[in-house]
C-alpha cells in the first residue's frame, strides 16, 4: 500500500489519497464508489480549554481542522464535499455521515438539499462516554449516523439477514450500543498520545460493512484519519480509497492497514434472504424428473397429501391449485409456504421438497 497525490486519474484502490477532499474526489471517475462513510469536521466551537473537576485539561478535539470562522463557512465546506462525493456514487450507491449534535442537522438538510434520499438515522449510544465534567448539560452519550441513497430511485444494499444473524437472530435496531475506543484498539503516536482525538471503533465499521455493502465494493472516507474504514474494508474482503490531507494520520493509517489480514473467502460470506435466492419454480422439479406426475407429497404434519400434475399444480380431494394454495387451502390459512410444507416419501422417509430446489440452486451458482 502507498500514498497517492491529490492528482490521481485512475481509481487507486486500497491506497490513501494525500490532499484536500474535495480536490481529491473531483480528481476520481465519476459513479465509481459503492459507499461513502464520512467522518467530517465536527465543527465543536470550543471555546477555551476544558478541564476536569480536579483541574487536569481534557485531551479533546481542538485541532485546526475542526475549525471554522462561522457556520455559513462550515455549510459551504459541507455543500461542496457532499456534491463531490454524490458524483462519484454509482446510481445505486449510498453514504453514512457520522457527526455530533454540534454538525449532523447542518449536514441532514445538506443531504436532502443534494438530491440523496434518507433511509434512516442511526443512533450509536457509547457504552463507555466520556463524562460531563462541567456538571452544566447531559453527558453526551451517543453520535448520530445518517445513511442515505444516492436518489429516492437508488437500489442500495441492505444485508438485512446478515444483520439480524449479528444480532442473534433479532432484527437490528437504529439504536447501537457500542463502546468508544479504548485499550488495545486506541492508537497512539511516537509520543505515546491519542494518534487522532475522534478515532472510531472497528466495531462501528464492521457493522456498516456487512450491512450496507457486499464483498469487492468499493468504499470511500473522504475524512481516512488513521483509517479505521480502511482497515475492517480489508479485513472484509472489500476495496477502500481513503483521502487524507494530515501527513501525520496517513503514517498511522498506512502502518494499521498494512497489518491487517484479509479474512479468508468461506469466511467473507454472510447470511442472505431467501429473495435474494434465485427463484425455482416448483414445476422445475416436474419437467426434471425429480418429481414425477402422479406421485404423492404429504404436508409436514402428517394430515394431508396432494398428488402431483404434469403442470407443476398439485390436486387434493377437494382442492387443486399450486403447492401453497393447496397447502393454504388445506390448514384454511391466508398463505402458506408450500417449499416447507409439504415432502415426499423416499426409502420410506419424509423429505422436505425444499430440499430438491436447494440442489437446483446449488447448481444454478456453480
Not at 134 to 143: L, P
Not at 162 to 189: F, Y
Not at 255 to 284: H, Y
Request: charged share 25%.
Amino acid at each position: 500500500m502507498k500514498t497517492m497525490t491529490k492528482s490521481a486519474a485512475a481509481l487507486p484502490l486500497n491506497t490513501i489519497v494525500a490532499g484536500d477532499c474535495i480536490e481529491a474526489m473531483n480528481a476520481l471517475p465519476a459513479e465509481s464508489v459503492d459507499l461513502i462513510f464520512a467522518d467530517p469536521p465536527y465543527n465543536l466551537q470550543l471555546r477555551g480549554d476544558l478541564h476536569r473537576p480536579d483541574n487536569s485539561k481534557v485531551d479533546a478535539v481542538d485541532d485546526e481542522w475542526d475549525q471554522f470562522a462561522s457556520f455559513k463557512a462550515y455549510d459551504d465546506f459541507t455543500r461542496a464535499w457532499l456534491k463531490a462525493a454524490r458524483r462519484l456514487l454509482k446510481p445505486d450507491g449510498a453514504i453514512w455521515v457520522i457527526g455530533s449534535y454540534h454538525n449532523i442537522f447542518r449536514v441532514g438538510a445538506a443531504l436532502q438539499d443534494q438530491g440523496f434520499w434518507i433511509l434512516n438515522d442511526v443512533v450509536w449510544r457509547k457504552s463507555n462516554p466520556m463524562p460531563n465534567f462541567r456538571g452544566k448539560r447531559f453527558t453526551n452519550a451517543h453520535e448520530t449516523m445518517i445513511w442515505a441513497g444516492k436518489s429516492e430511485n437508488s437500489k442500495y444494499t441492505f444485508n438485512y439477514e446478515a444483520l439480524k444473524a449479528l444480532n442473534e437472530g433479532i432484527q437490528m435496531r437504529s439504536d447501537w450500543v457500542l463502546p468508544i475506543c479504548t485499550g488495545h484498539e486506541r492508537l497512539k503516536d511516537e509520543a505515546g498520545d491519542k494518534a487522532h482525538p475522534t478515532q472510531k471503533p472497528e466495531s462501528l465499521l464492521h457493522r456498516i460493512l456487512v450491512g450496507s455493502t457486499n464483498p469487492g465494493d468499493v468504499i470511500l472516507d473522504p475524512f481516512f484519519g488513521t483509517g479505521t474504514t480502511g482497515a475492517v474494508a480489508k479485513m472484509l474482503g472489500r476495496d477502500f480509497i481513503g483521502i487524507e490531507r494530515e501527513e501525520a494520520y496517513r503514517k498511522v493509517a498506512e502502518k494499521r492497514i498494512s497489518m491487517v489480514r484479509k479474512f479468508d473467502n468461506e469466511a467473507l460470506q454472510t447470511t442472505t434472504s431467501k429473495r435474494a435466492e434465485p427463484r425455482v419454480p416448483f414445476g422445475q422439479l416436474v419437467e426434471r424428473g425429480m418429481l414425477r406426475p402422479g406421485e404423492n407429497l404429504y404436508s409436514m404434519n402428517g394430515r394431508h397429501k396432494a398428488k402431483v400434475r404434469a403442470d407443476g399444480t398439485l390436486i387434493g380431494s377437494d382442492v387443486k391449485g399450486s403447492i401453497h394454495q393447496v397447502g393454504a387451502a388445506y390448514e384454511k390459512a391466508p398463505s402458506c409456504n408450500g417449499w416447507t410444507y409439504w415432502c415426499y416419501k423416499k426409502d420410506g422417509k419424509n423429505v422436505p421438497i425444499d430440499i430438491l430446489r436447494q440442489q437446483i440452486r446449488a447448481e444454478m451458482a456453480n
